[in-house]
């Protein structure tokens, strides 16, 4: 380079400069004037909804702004663009502060000349919002200029935080691809720290409509984004039926039937959350979910991160009865029970509450998760050897329940398969939770079957029962009570009663502990022992234990069930070994 050219490159290298100040002054000025045009709309009560529009225009307007202020001085040759743009934004500005003060003080001539006036100042800022957005899509600005407004404190004001939303939302909007990431990264940190962002997006509206649009962005990062900000927001009930009425059900079934494994996880939640009371299932299934997800948990490749969530989809929508219908007729109950013996806890126990749902007082239907195996797998889910969570195995015997104890065939097919054997196990040897599910169970299916009350008596159910008598829990008390009376109900169950001396001892203990000597527990303890009086060794043992003063003092206090105990012992045979004599 020649000695004459140097100080010609340095004279435009200082001019650049002095430029790009100036540009800069004339930005600030422009910022400065936005900023309090925007504080004073707030004070207008004339033309609201235009005023409205006039606002939301200068808060993004800002947000891009502030974006070319907080370039450095290395980006003057591209900042040049602006130096039209800064001063004719700088007018307009000035021109709409006239408009507002003549409008706070109702000093306008006319409301449709100021109306006009309105409309024009709208478009104008309309167009410099879509100048700074086409700098965007041309890269004149980049993610470079990202970070332009700080997040508010917790202490800050509402306006604060409307501000800073907007500026996610202009960014979102004009950005290009790495700013748009970011703001959503942004905007889902705030929504996921202080639910106050929550309501304010909901207000401001146009960040959903956002959103909505990037599911359907082939930037699979910005699809993500957005799906994770969404799926924050539909745990809220309130807000549940905007999401739906701003069109986030389509993009997101179109995320289940062609996006990544990824993609499809965030989408799946989100539209379980949305489905929870079913309000949404006809939204749902219009769109082609149903089909998407009963095609995901049809697809052995999917992990339980998104098969459990679409399972848990299928049923919350089971419930409205013509979507119930399709999904029995694209074969999804044989699809639900090969689900049932899955490795994955959440993929268990959502299949299983689909069964119940759909088969649930549907005979035809039980028929057919019976026909398809459904039984046999239910029990395979209770299995002492299988690894399966405490809840999982709760659910198999509420599904199991539910499904199979108003047939007496089911109830067949349940003991040739090792039910009862499973409902021993767990009684012995389960987790609190477990054992007392598997009590409640054991109860109802003593109620539902003479040949299950034999088939208990002989497995050795009596003692465990016995055992439960004395349980801290009134209702296991209770329960266990409630199954020993109808068990002893079977002559065969009274004598296996009898052998073990330690029953009876156990039964009258527990007829003399005052909490449960109460209401009906004390009536079915005092019942089992009169059924007991049918047996001479019945009647002996009960005569010659040590709680004989205890059931008397009963009968002098006219417990009816205790005065028959009493006559029942009372028989020439047994009656020397009573303290008094009692006629009646």
């Known amino acids: 380079m020649g000695e004459k050219e140097k100080p010609k490159q340095q004279q435009q290298q200082q001019s650049s400069a002095e430029s790009f100040e100036a540009m800069k002054s004339s930005l600030s000025q422009v910022i400065e004037g936005i900023s309090f045009l925007i504080s ?8 609201t909804v235009k005023w409205q529009l006039i606002r939301k225009k200068l808060e993004e307007l800002s947000s891009g702004l502030l974006a070319i202020e907080n370039c450095g001085s290395s980006s003057a040759q591209n900042i040049e663009v602006f130096s039209g743009l800064v001063p004719s934004i700088l007018v307009t500005v000035n021109e709409c502060h006239r408009l507002a003060r003549a409008c706070v003080d109702l000093s306008y001539s006319g409301k449709l000349l ?28 980049s993610h470079g200029f990202a970070i332009v407004v700080s997040r508010p ?32 990264g942004n905007l889902y940190q705030v929504l996921a720290e202080d ?14 409509n956002v959103l909505v649009q990037f599911l359907d962005s082939p930037e699979v990062e910005i699809q993500r984004e957005a799906s994770k900000i969404v799926n924050l927001i539909s745990g ?22 062609t996006g990544n494994d990824l993609g499809k996880e965030g989408a799946v939640k989100c539209v379980q959350k949305l489905t929870v009371n079913a309000d949404n299932a006809w939204s749902v299934s219009a769109h082609g979910g149903v089909t998407a997800l009963l095609k995901i948990c049809s697809n052995g490749d999917f992990g339980g991160e998104l098969i459990g969530p679409a399972c848990g989809v299928l049923r919350n929508l089971v419930g409205v009865e013509e979507i119930k219908r399709f999904m029995v ?58 690894t399966v969570s405490s809840k999982t195995r709760e659910i198999a015997l509420r599904t199991i329940e539910d499904l199979c104890f108003s047939s007496q065939n089911c109830i067949n097919m349940l003991m040739n398969d090792g039910f009862i054997d499973r409902l021993l196990f767990f009684l012995r040897n389960g987790e609190v939770s477990v054992q007392e599910s598997t009590l409640k169970v054991t109860s109802r299916l003593c109620c539902a079957s003479e040949e299950a009350k034999k088939a208990m008596g002989d497995a050795g159910f009596i003692p465990e029962l016995v055992k439960l008598l004395d349980a801290k829990s009134y209702e296991v008390s209770s329960i ?23 029953n009876i001892g156990c039964l009258l203990q527990s007829l003399d502990r005052d909490e449960a000597i109460s209401g009906n527990n004390k009536k079915l303890l005092l019942s089992i022992l009169i059924s007991l009086t ?18 008397e003092k009963l009968a002098e206090a006219e417990v009816y069930d205790a005065k028959r105990l009493v006559r029942k012992l009372s028989s020439n045979r047994f009656r020397s070994m009573l303290s008094g004599l009692w006629h009646y």
């Open 40 to 47: 004073l709309s707030h004070c207008i009560r004339v033309f």
């Open 534 to 551: 049918s047996c001479n060794n019945g009647r002996r043992k009960i005569a010659s234990s040590g709680y004989l003063k205890n059931i």
């Open 153 to 184: 404190g917790v202490t800050a004001s509402k306006d604060d935080m409307r501000f800073y939303i907007r500026d996610l939302l202009t960014r979102m909007k004009i950005g290009d691809t790495e700013m748009k990431k970011q703001a959503l």
């Open 329 to 386: 007729e694209e074969g999804a109950i044989s699809t639900f029970i090969k689900l049932v013996t899955s490795r994955e806890d959440l993929v268990q126990i959502n299949s299983m509450e689909f069964l119940q749902n759909i088969a649930s007082g549907d005979e035809s239907l039980t028929r057919i998760v019976v026909k398809e195996g459904g039984i046999r797998a239910l029990i395979h889910v209770l299995d002492p050897k299988s």
């Open 236 to 257: 809220f009930d309130l807000y549940k039926g905007f999401l739906v009425k701003a069109g986030i059900i389509g993009p997101l079934v179109r995320i289940l039937e």
């Open 480 to 502: 266990a009570t409630t199954t020993l009376h109808s068990l002893v109900s079977i002559p065969k169950n009274r004598k296996q009663f009898i052998q073990d001396d330690r």
């Open 195 to 208: 639910e106050r962002y929550v309501k304010l997006i909901i207000e401001i509206g146009d960040i959903v």
């Open 114 to 141: 100021m109306q006009s006036y309105l409309d024009v100042i709208l478009a104008k800022f309309d167009n410099y919002v879509k100048d700074l957005s086409g700098f965007y899509t041309t890269g004149i600005l």
